[in-house]
Nanobody, 120 residues
């Protein structure tokens, strides 16, 4: 079992930045690929970014490239999402998720999410 807790959300003006954190516990963190998803009100959950267990491979959704960066610190069992040049349409609940690094699909563990609100 892996427990995930997000933090770092809040209210920010358009053009501002936030860094979200995801703290993991329960298993060897580096054995898990991690990802960020978000869900805006009235919309389906959408993929934001993912990172391999070692941190050596990352992928950001095309529509977020250049603004968002994903990273992790395996020694601290932490994952991060740096969000720059935020836009009102980035407003959503952001969740982190984990899956065994050896498997290339599906996420088994989810956090509760942290709210990000971007004002215009």
């Amino acid at each position: 079992q892996v427990q995930l807790v997000e933090s770092g959300g809040g209210l920010v003006q358009a053009g501002g930045s936030l860094r979200l954190s995801c703290a993991a516990s329960g298993r060897t963190f580096s054995n898990y690929a991690m990802a960020w998803f978000r869900q805006a009100p009235g919309k389906e959950r959408e993929f934001v970014a993912r990172i391999s267990g070692s941190g050596g491979t990352t992928y950001i959704s095309d529509f977020l490239k250049g603004r968002f960066t994903i990273s992790r610190d395996n020694a601290k069992a932490m994952m991060y999402l740096q969000m720059n040049s935020l836009k009102p349409e980035d407003t959503a609940v952001y969740c982190c998720a984990a899956r065994p690094d050896s498997r290339g699909y599906g996420y088994d563990y989810w956090g509760q999410g942290t709210q990000v609100t971007v004002s215009s």
